[in-house]
Structure formats: structure tokens, C-alpha cells
T-cell receptor
Framework: GAVVSQHPSWVICKSGTSVKIECRSLDFQATTMFWYRQFPKQSLMLMAT?????????EQGVEKDKFLINHASLTLSTLTVTSAHPEDSSFYICSARKHTNPQPQHFGDGTRLSIL | GENVEQHPSTLSVQEGDSAVIKCTYS??????FPWYKQELGKRPQLIIDIRSNVGEKKDQRIAVTLNKTAKHFSLHITETQPEDSAVYFC??????????????FGKGTLLTVNP
């Protein structure tokens, strides 16, 4: 199998707080992980591609200083939403892929972030 | 960049009927086409995928077809069951530079199977 674990599943916090979300591949090594944002009843919008040991590649319009990504090992990537505001409230989902192209992406359970 | 269009946005069928969801893509460099099923509040789950060197792939009640010339691919679900009700996303995958390989998703189709 290819299991991806995402934590936490739900976060509620005050405006101005920074929130860290973890994405782990449990039974395989993921050289690449992806972070998506999904608004209610909408599609998955790619925010950034995270490669182990190098800087993340951000999609156009995504603020890299706002959404900090770290991929320090082959099984862990983190997304930190810095100084979160209500407009950052969303469903954030990570996915991981084994090294060979093309390969399926396997998704975590997602994190529902609510900023008050 | 790649653009993926998905139709219809909603689809309602009777149990036992077939359901077809269609997607088109814009960039001929795309070479991998997965389909994901997402139930409410849950993770997208890969249900089938197809690579550009294949025209059709089938897995039990699910099949996907790819027409590279027309740049469109379709998902076919036969003998639908209520548990097939979910949002289905198509995606097109391509190398985006260096070692980056990314998926562009369609907007999704809400499939409802009525008992």
C-alpha cells in the first residue's frame, strides 16, 4: 500500500497564530510531496511542490513567506501557515509520490483549518 | 500551463445505470491521467489511472478511455451502486521542469446514485 498520514485533522485558532501541518508517508519514501488547498465544493488547487532536501516550488499566486514548506526527510513534509487570518481558512491536503515518474499521488486525510 | 475541463459538474443516475464523466486537457505534454474519488470530508482516493501510451484500461466496473489526438479522456462506471456516490476528479500529469511532476485537476463531478 501507500499510506499518507496528515496531522492535525482539524485546527481552530485565533487570527495571527501560526499553524503547522505535518504530512508523513508511512510505508514508502516520498521524494516529492505536494500541498493542495481545497475550498468547499471546489477542486484541488496545487499550492506547492516539495522536494526532499531542496526548496519548495510554489505555484503562481501562492506566497512562499506565508506558506512555509519544509521537506527535511523522505517521509515528512510540513506546511506552516504563518500569521494566519480568516481568509486562510480552508481544507489543506497533502499528497506524496514515489520517486518514479509518472506515479500516482497518494493523499493524506486533509486538515481543516479555521481561523477565528 | 495545463488546463483541465471536466463535465458534467453534477450527475444523477439510477442504481444499476452507467455513469460517464468526461475531461479534456490542453497540453499535449501531459502523459498521465488519474481519476480520484472523494467522499465528503475525506481524502481523494485513486480509483484508476491511465498513461498516454494506452488507449483504454478497465478494472471491474470502472474503465477509462484516452484519446490523445483529441486530448480527452473519460471515466465509465457500469452497474452503479449507491456507494459510488461521491465527487470524482480527473487530472492530467506532466513534467513541470527539473524533477517536478505535477497534476492539474478538473473541477470535479458530483455523482449521485439513487437507489
Amino acid at each position: 500500500g501507500a499510506v499518507v498520514s496528515q496531522h492535525p485533522s482539524w485546527v481552530i485558532c485565533k487570527s495571527g497564530t501560526s499553524v503547522k501541518i505535518e504530512c508523513r508517508s508511512l510505508d514508502f519514501q516520498a521524494t516529492t510531496m505536494f500541498w493542495y488547498r481545497q475550498f468547499p465544493k471546489q477542486s484541488l488547487m496545487l499550492m506547492a511542490t516539495s522536494n526532499e532536501g531542496s526548496k519548495a516550488t510554489y505555484e503562481q499566486g501562492v506566497e512562499k513567506d506565508k506558506f512555509l514548506i519544509n521537506h527535511a526527510s523522505l517521509t515528512l513534509s510540513t506546511l506552516t501557515v504563518t500569521s494566519a487570518h480568516p481568509e486562510d481558512s480552508s481544507f489543506y491536503i497533502c499528497s506524496a509520490r514515489k520517486h518514479t515518474n509518472p506515479q500516482p499521488q497518494h493523499f493524506g486525510d486533509g486538515t481543516r483549518l479555521s481561523i477565528l | 500551463g495545463e488546463n483541465v475541463e471536466q463535465h458534467p459538474s453534477t450527475l444523477s443516475v439510477q442504481e444499476g445505470d452507467s455513469a460517464v464523466i468526461k475531461c479534456t486537457y490542453s497540453d499535449s505534454a501531459s502523459n498521465y491521467f488519474p481519476w480520484y474519488k472523494q467522499e465528503l470530508g475525506k481524502r481523494p482516493q485513486l480509483i484508476i489511472d491511465i498513461r498516454s501510451n494506452v488507449g483504454e484500461k478497465k478494472d471491474q466496473r470502472i474503465a477509462v478511455t484516452l484519446n490523445k489526438t483529441a486530448k480527452h479522456f473519460s471515466l465509465h462506471i457500469t452497474e452503479t451502486q449507491p456507494e459510488d456516490s461521491a465527487v470524482y476528479f480527473c487530472a492530467a500529469g506532466m513534467n513541470s521542469g527539473g524533477s517536478n511532476y505535477k497534476l492539474t485537476f478538473g473541477k470535479g463531478t458530483l455523482l449521485t446514485v439513487n437507489p
